[in-house]
């Protein structure tokens, strides 16, 4: 169900007050021309912002999936390894579109600085803004360590790789807490729940086929007494 979208009602929560920086603006407090330039800036930060969260939403369940062997004729496990990766990097090269965006929007007051490190500086919504930034790190660290991998090893990758997992509650978390109010819409309700019954399902799987592991070594062990 499409509810009513009145910025008056329920107005966005980048909106402090007339006199802040504005990340979104509202109609009716500026000149036309400024309030469409805004609304193209406010347009393309919703669509990077969700299409990134369903690319990591993607990379988190194959990588969850790659580590748990879960594979079939279909969806082999070197496809899902390609697969992982490259929805990693466009995740990435997503979310760089959404913070270029982000910072120059007009009157957003955000800077290059403040999009890098985290609670540095006075924002509006500092918490959620710092939860997308640490998030976004998280994502550059597990890329930049699966480069360097031959190199650092595969203990140092591991330790950074399993942190990823921590990326996608905080970029949800950061979607809704700075999300506008199209969350209210059924669809945007539909995207997140979504993404939390794959990423849930994965986990579960992986557990599963942890145990199934550990059950059939003790197994091989016994027999070898
Ligand atoms: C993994 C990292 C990130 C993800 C998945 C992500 C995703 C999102 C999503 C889904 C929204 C809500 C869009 C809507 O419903 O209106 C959003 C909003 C926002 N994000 Fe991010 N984000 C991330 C990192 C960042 C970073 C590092 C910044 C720093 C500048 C940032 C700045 C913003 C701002 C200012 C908003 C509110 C305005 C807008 O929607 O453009 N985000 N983000
Ligand atoms: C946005 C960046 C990335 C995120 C958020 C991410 C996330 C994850 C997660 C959550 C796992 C499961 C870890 C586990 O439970 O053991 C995983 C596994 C894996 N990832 Fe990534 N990953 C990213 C980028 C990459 C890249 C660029 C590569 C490089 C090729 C890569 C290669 C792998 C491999 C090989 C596994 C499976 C490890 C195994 O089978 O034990 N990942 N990833």
Known sequence: MDLPL????DPNPMDVDSSAPHWFGRTGTRPTGVVATEDVFTAAGHATGLVAT???TVT???????????SSASFPRF????????ASLLAVAFL???VVIAIGKPHSGLSWPVALVPYSSAVPHPIWLGMGTVALELLLA????????PRIGFRYWRAVHVMAYASWPLAIAHGLGLGTNDRRLGW????YTGCGVAVAAAIVRRWLSVDADRDARRAAKAARR
């Open 188 to 191: 945007m309700v539909a995207i």
């Open 54 to 56: 369903l690319l990591l």
């Open 6 to 9: 009145d910025h008056d009602q």
């Open 60 to 70: 988190v369940v194959l990588g969850t999936m790659h580590a748990g062997r879960a």
């Open 96 to 98: 760089l579109m959404h």
């Open 142 to 149: 597990a890329i930049v360590t699966s480069v360097l991998r």
């Open 79 to 86: 496809a899902m390894h390609a697969v992982h990766r490259n």
